[in-house]
Antibody, heavy 119, light 113 residues
């Protein structure tokens, strides 16, 4: 059974850097074909894809946010980490990690973690 | 970047009636290498993550009731709920996975009339 779980601060101040961790079980980030993503959703709004990291360490980013995002993996802990710099109140959202399959798209999701940006 | 546009933004349907949601991509998501459309549909209920319903534009995910169906190709796609049930009240999103950056439609809220 594949499970993913996001963790990180619930509150960050404007201009701070956000660090989120996705811990997963039932799949290994070192297995060929495993690709883990971050997606966010502001309250009451649509989903927005942020970044992806693959088993072979390929990385992909949102065009509009790529200057602020860094995705990385810790293979020993089976974790994927997302950092987002210069946080702003408009970045307030639920942040999800999700696995993507080349055939099915986002087939496994975490429950999400709400991050509020406020002074 | 590919832009996904859904219509309508919301719809109210009577129980047992048909619900139809449209999705248009700003460029084709049909792959010439395998003739598959890289288009998925998700259902999201309040305080839950999205749930995959349909992939390859028309393939139902395991466990998804057969009242949900997807159709379309290229740039125009449709999600149909053939007989709306109370538990289908949710927001539905289309999403392309043709290539990064991936993108979602703005969502369609389905309610009971």
């Amino acid at each position: 059974q594949v499970t993913l779980k996001e963790s990180g601060p619930a509150l960050v101040k404007p201009t701070q850097t956000l660090t989120l961790t996705c811990t997963f079980s039932g799949l290994s980030i070192t297995t060929s074909g495993v690709r883990v993503n971050w997606i966010r959703q502001p309250p009451g709004k649509a989903l927005e894809w942020l970044a992806r990291i693959d088993w072979d360490d390929d990385k992909f980013y949102s065009t509009s946010l790529k200057t602020r995002l860094t995705i990385s993996k810790d293979t020993s802990k089976n974790q994927v980490v997302l950092t987002m710099t210069n946080m702003d109140p408009v970045d307030t959202a639920t942040y999800y990690c999700a696995h993507i399959s080349t055939s099915k798209s986002f087939d496994y999701w975490g429950q999400g973690t709400l991050v509020t940006v406020s002074s | 970047d590919i832009v996904m546009t859904q219509s309508p933004d919301s719809l109210a349907v009577s129980l047992g009636e048909r619900a139809t949601i449209n999705c248009k991509s700003s460029q084709s998501v049909l792959s010439s290498s395998n003739n598959e459309n890289y288009l998925a549909w998700y259902q999201q209920k309040p305080r839950q993550p999205p749930k995959l319903l349909i992939y390859w534009a028309s393939t139902r995910e395991s466990g998804v009731p057969d009242r949900f169906s997807g159709s379309g190709s290229g740039t125009d796609f449709t999600l149909t709920i053939s007989s709306l049930q109370a538990e289908d009240v949710a927001v539905y999103y289309c999403q392309h996975y043709y290539a990064t950056p991936y993108s979602f439609g703005q969502g369609t809220k389905v309610e009971i009339k």
